[in-house]
């Protein structure tokens, strides 16, 4: 066997594993939930991946769609989603920023401060009281700033190291012409950092849209609940047993957002990350 046959066999097997690993970790469990959005209450509560005896398309749907509040979840997601997702990037940075062209130790403290909170929990007591003491308990702008807060080390880890590889000369230029550091950042940071803050973009986007354990707390309203928790309340409205096919059918239709998102994005999100791969 020649060189050249090697490595095409070697690729072939690498490939082929590779696909058996997203078959069975990614494929099963994503027809696994489609099928059984698709089955009767009886043939879902057996929770197989067989083909369902009986339809049960429209039905399902429509009532995940109707009892389960899906258009209001949906709008009060999106609502939080967008300018939490915005806020975030453009905080996050602008702090990154900073704290790539500073070399004090007191900003290196804070920076490394700011990133703790994506290994940290958040803590649910020490917001509360935060937000009852301005006011802002049980609303949406309470619930969005602290996602903000909660999600600013993912955007301000990314986005710093990416910042790190941009000349500084460029910005000295900008200086040199009278550019202010918010018209420096705007005009000239901001059009560099683009695609890293795409791949930010679609991380907040699953990260925010998901989030679950903080809107249980600080969004007791049922008129402000977004789709995970809209999905909880609608699942465990069940006296007895859990309505499998409602709960799948209402999985699905609280992703399709993403879905689409990333279907849009896609083509950012991987030139941001072969850029940032080549930057570092």
């Known amino acids: 066997m020649s060189l050249h046959q090697a490595t095409r066999v070697r690729s072939w097997l690498r490939h082929g594993t590779l696909t058996a690993i997203a078959i069975v970790w990614i494929a099963v469990p994503f027809w696994f939930l489609i099928v059984n959005s698709f089955k009767t209450e009886a043939e879902a509560s057996v929770l197989s991946i067989a083909w369902p005896d009986r339809w049960n398309i429209v039905n399902n749907y429509r009532t995940v769609i109707v ?58 007591i020490p917001t509360i009281y935060l937000l009852m003491q301005l006011n802002l308990e049980g609303s949406r702008l309470g619930f969005m700033l602290a996602l903000t807060g909660t999600r600013l080390g993912i955007v301000i880890f990314m986005v710093t190291g990416f910042v790190s590889a941009i000349p500084r000369d460029i910005e000295q230029s900008a200086f040199l012409d009278g550019a202010s550091r918010i018209r420096t950042y705007w005009h000239v940071i901001l059009p560099m950092i683009t695609p890293v803050l795409f791949v930010g973009a679609v ?78």
Do not use: C
């Not at 007191?106 to 401060?113: D, S």
């Not at 707390?217 to 928790?229: N, S, W």
């Open 67 to 124: 009892q389960g509040s899906y258009f209001r979840g949906l709008a009060n997601s999106f609502i939080i989603a967008v300018p939490t997702i915005l806020a975030v990037l453009l905080l996050g940075s602008m702090a990154a920023w900073i704290y790539a062209r500073s070399h004090r130790r007191t900003v290196r403290f804070l920076y490394y401060a700011s990133i703790l909170s994506i290994l940290l929990p958040p803590g649910i």
């Open 203 to 280: 991380f907040l986007s699953i990260s925010v849209w998901n989030e679950f354990f903080l809107s249980i707390y600080l969004l007791p309203d049922p008129d402000m609940a977004t789709l995970p928790l809209t999905l909880y309340k609608f699942a465990s409205s069940s006296q007895f047993t859990l309505k499998w096919n409602l709960v799948f059918a209402q999985v699905i239709l609280s992703n399709i957002p993403l879905l689409i998102v990333y279907v849009i994005f896609q083509k950012r999100v991987i030139g941001g990350l072969s850029e940032g791969a080549l930057n570092g």
